[in-house]
Nanobody, 125 residues
């Protein structure tokens, strides 16, 4: 079992930045790929970014490419998401997720077994 706890969300002005964190426990994070997803009001949850278990492979959604950086610190069992140049369209609940150990990284929600409770990001002036 893996437990995930996100933090770092909040209210930010357009053009601003936030760094989200996801603390993992239960199993060493070096064993599994992890990702970030988000769900905006009235919309389905969507993929944002994912990283392989050792960090060698990274994928981003086209909508965030160039503005977002995912990183994984396996010494701290923590996943990060740096959000830059935020717009109101980035307003959503952001979820951290983890796959079963040793599986190849995926952009599909169905491939993720463990989910955090989410952290709210609101971009507004």
């Amino acid at each position: 079992q893996v437990q995930l706890v996100e933090s770092g969300g909040g209210l930010v002005q357009p053009g601003g930045s936030l760094r989200l964190s996801c603390a993992a426990s239960g199993r060493a994070s070096s064993l599994y790929a992890m990702g970030w997803f988000r769900q905006a009001p009235g919309k389905e949850r969507e993929f944002v970014a994912a990283v392989s278990r050792l960090g060698s492979t990274i994928d981003y959604a086209d909508s965030v490419k160039g503005r977002v950086t995912i990183s994984k610190d396996n010494t701290r069992n923590t996943l990060y998401l740096q959000l830059n140049s935020l717009t109101p369209e980035d307003t959503a609940v952001y979820y951290c997720a983890a796959m079963e150990p040793l599986r190849a990284v995926s952009t599909l929600q169905k491939d993720y077994e463990y989910w955090g409770q989410g952290t709210q990001v609101t971009v507004s002036s």
